[in-house]
C-alpha cells in the first residue's frame, strides 16, 4: 500500500468518524429539544434520502475533478451542516420547528456525505490493482468501522453528564454553546475540518476520466443505465443485492440497539452508544480476517449473512441482569458478545462482497460512477428499511417484535440471494475464473 492509500484512511478516519459522533450527538440535541422518540430514526431517514437524491449527479462530479479536492469540498459541507444545527437558538422557532431544523441540517451533512463517498471509494479504486481491493477494502472498512466505534463512543461520550459538564465550564466554549449537545456538536465540527485538512494531503493519481455530462436530465438518464449495467452482470447482481441490504440492516440495527438499550437494558442514550461500539468491534475484527479471502473466493462468505439474522434474534431473551464484574464495574456479557457475533459475521461477509462490486463496477463503469450506483441502491434500502422501523416505533410496537421481524427478514433474504447466486454460477461455472483476469477499468 503506498502512502497515498494511507492519507485517504486518514481522512475517511476522521470524517467517519465525526459522521457517527454526530448521529449522537444529533439525537441528543432532539432529546433536548422534547422531539418524539420517532424522529430519530426519521432523522436518518433524510440522511439516507441525500444519497438517493444525488445519486445520479454524484458520480459524476467524482469523476470531473481530482477526488482529493472533492474529499475537501464534501468536509466543508459536513461543517456547513454542524453550524446549521446551532441556529435553531438564534431564530425565534418555535420547539417542533427546531426539531425539525435539525433534521434538516442533518440533511445537509448527508448531502456532504453523498459526495463523498464516490471519491473516497473510487480514489481506493484508482490507487489500487484489482487483486489488491479485497485487501485494500479490508484495510478501509476496518478503519471505518474503527473510526465508527470510536465515533459513536465519543458521541457517547460528549454528551455524558461528566464530560459535557467539563466542555461547558470551559470559558472560551461556554460563550459559544450551552448544552451538552451543542458542544458535543461544535466539537465534531472541529474532527471535519481535520478531516478537510487531510484531503489537501492526498496526491493526484493523474488519472483522467472521459468529459462528464453536466445536463441533469442526461445525467440522470445515463444513471439509469448505469444502475440496469450492474444489476444485469451476474457478478455485480449479488455483491449489489448483498451490500444494499446490509447497509439497509446496519442502518436499522443501529437504530434498533439504541432502543433495545433503552427499553429492555434500562440505559442511558451515552450507555446504549457503548453497545453500538462492541457490535463495531466484532465488524472490525470480521474485517480484518476478510482480508485473507482471495476476490475468486469472495461469493463463498454468504452463508454468513444468513448467520447473522439468526442471531439477531437472540437480542430479545438477553436479561440486563446477566452481568459480570470487571475492575468494580458490571459489564452485560451476555449482550456483549451476542453483538460482537453479530459484527462479526457481517465484517467477514460483506468486505468480500464490498471489493467485488467495486472491481465489477469499475470494469463496467468508472469508479466514480459504479459507487454512485451502489449508494443509490444501498440507501434506497435504508430508506426503506428504516422508515419501516420508524412506522413500527409509531405504531408502539415493542422493540422485542421488531428484532425478531428484522432477523427473520434478513435471513431469508440471504437465502434467496445465495439461490440467486447458484443459478447464476449453474449457468456459467467458469464465472469467478474470469476476476483478476480483467482490465483495470476505463480510465486512461
Known amino acids: 500500500m503506498n502512502k497515498g492509500f494511507f492519507t485517504v484512511m486518514a481522512a475517511q478516519a476522521l470524517s467517519s468518524l465525526a459522521d457517527n459522533a454526530l448521529f449522537i450527538a444529533a439525537i441528543a440535541l432532539i432529546q433536548q429539544l422534547h422531539g418524539p422518540d420517532w424522529m430519530a430514526p426519521m432523522m436518518k431517514w433524510w440522511f439516507a434520502a441525500s444519497y438517493v437524491l444525488l445519486a445520479a449527479f454524484v458520480g459524476a462530479i467524482s469523476d470531473s475533478y481530482p477526488k482529493g479536492r472533492v474529499m475537501f469540498v464534501t468536509n466543508a459541507i459536513k461543517v456547513s451542516g454542524c453550524a446549521l444545527m446551532f441556529c435553531y437558538a438564534f431564530l425565534g422557532l418555535s420547539?417542533?420547528?427546531?426539531?425539525?431544523?435539525?433534521?434538516?441540517?442533518?440533511?445537509?451533512?448527508?448531502?456532504?456525505?453523498?459526495?463523498?463517498?464516490?471519491?473516497?471509494?473510487?480514489?481506493?479504486?484508482?490507487?489500487?490493482?484489482?487483486?489488491?481491493?479485497?485487501?485494500?477494502?479490508?484495510?478501509?472498512?476496518?478503519?471505518?468501522?474503527?473510526?465508527?466505534?470510536?465515533?459513536?463512543?465519543?458521541?457517547?461520550?460528549?454528551?455524558?453528564?461528566?464530560?459535557?459538564?467539563?466542555?461547558?465550564?470551559?470559558?472560551?466554549?461556554?460563550?459559544?454553546?450551552?448544552?451538552?449537545?451543542?458542544?458535543?456538536?461544535?466539537?465534531?465540527?472541529?474532527?471535519?475540518?481535520?478531516?478537510?485538512?487531510?484531503?489537501?494531503m492526498i496526491p493526484s493519481t493523474h488519472i483522467q476520466y472521459p468529459k462528464q455530462q453536466k445536463n441533469p436530465i442526461l445525467l440522470f438518464k445515463?444513471?439509469?443505465?448505469?444502475?440496469?449495467?450492474?444489476?444485469?452482470?451476474?457478478?455485480?447482481?449479488?455483491?449489489?443485492?448483498?451490500?444494499?441490504?446490509?447497509?439497509?440492516?446496519?442502518?436499522?440495527?443501529?437504530?434498533?440497539?439504541?432502543?433495545?438499550g433503552r427499553s429492555h437494558l434500562g440505559y442511558r442514550l451515552d450507555q446504549a452508544s457503548i453497545l453500538m461500539g462492541i457490535t463495531a468491534i466484532g465488524t472490525i475484527v470480521g474485517a480484518v480476517f476478510a482480508g485473507r479471502v482471495a476476490l475468486p473466493r469472495a461469493l463463498t462468505v454468504l452463508p454468513l449473512g444468513v448467520a447473522m439474522g439468526f442471531?439477531?434474534?437472540?437480542?430479545?431473551f438477553v436479561q440486563s441482569s446477566w452481568t459480570i464484574n470487571f475492575l468494580g464495574v458490571d459489564l452485560p456479557w451476555a449482550a456483549y458478545?451476542?453483538?460482537?457475533?453479530?459484527?462479526?459475521?457481517?465484517?467477514?461477509?460483506v468486505v468480500p462482497m464490498n471489493a467485488l462490486l467495486q472491481h465489477r463496477g469499475h470494469v463496467l463503469l468508472s469508479a466514480g460512477h459504479s459507487i454512485a450506483v451502489q449508494n443509490f441502491n444501498e440507501q434506497l434500502n435504508i430508506l426503506l428499511m428504516v422508515a419501516i422501523y420508524t412506522i413500527l416505533l409509531w405504531l408502539n410496537m415493542s422493540i422485542s417484535i421488531i428484532i425478531a421481524i428484522f432477523g427473520i427478514v434478513v435471513a431469508?433474504?440471504?437465502?434467496a440471494i445465495m439461490r440467486w447466486n447458484q443459478i447464476?454460477?449453474?449457468?456459467?461455472?467458469?464465472?469467478?475464473?474470469?476476476?483478476?483476469?480483467?482490465?483495470?477499468?476505463?480510465?486512461?
Open 222 to 260: 445515463s444513471f439509469w443505465g448505469y444502475v440496469r449495467i450492474l444489476w444485469k452482470d451476474k457478478l455485480g447482481q449479488i455483491s449489489l443485492a448483498v451490500t444494499t441490504l446490509f447497509w439497509g440492516a446496519g442502518a436499522t440495527l443501529q437504530l434498533m440497539v439504541i432502543e433495545w
Open 311 to 316: 442471531i439477531v434474534l437472540l437480542m430479545p
Open 337 to 349: 458478545i451476542l453483538l460482537i457475533l453479530i459484527g462479526l459475521t457481517s465484517g467477514y461477509f
Open 412 to 415: 431469508v433474504m440471504m437465502l
Open 95 to 200: 420547539e417542533s420547528s427546531q426539531v425539525n431544523l435539525v433534521c434538516v441540517a442533518y440533511a445537509l451533512v448527508g448531502i456532504g456525505a453523498a459526495a463523498y463517498s464516490p471519491a473516497k471509494y473510487g480514489i481506493v479504486t484508482e490507487m489500487l490493482p484489482p487483486l489488491q481491493l479485497v485487501k485494500g477494502n479490508s484495510w478501509i472498512e476496518g478503519l471505518t468501522i474503527l473510526s465508527i466505534i470510536l465515533g459513536t463512543l465519543v458521541g457517547g461520550v460528549l454528551v455524558s453528564p461528566g464530560v459535557s459538564g467539563w466542555l461547558l465550564a470551559h470559558p472560551w466554549l461556554s460563550t459559544v454553546v450551552k448544552t451538552p449537545a451543542e458542544a458535543a456538536i461544535l466539537v465534531i465540527a472541529l474532527v471535519y475540518a481535520a478531516a478537510a485538512i487531510c484531503t489537501l
Open 424 to 444: 447464476n454460477l449453474k449457468h456459467n461455472p467458469k464465472l469467478l475464473e474470469e476476476i483478476g483476469q480483467e482490465g483495470h477499468g476505463k480510465a486512461l
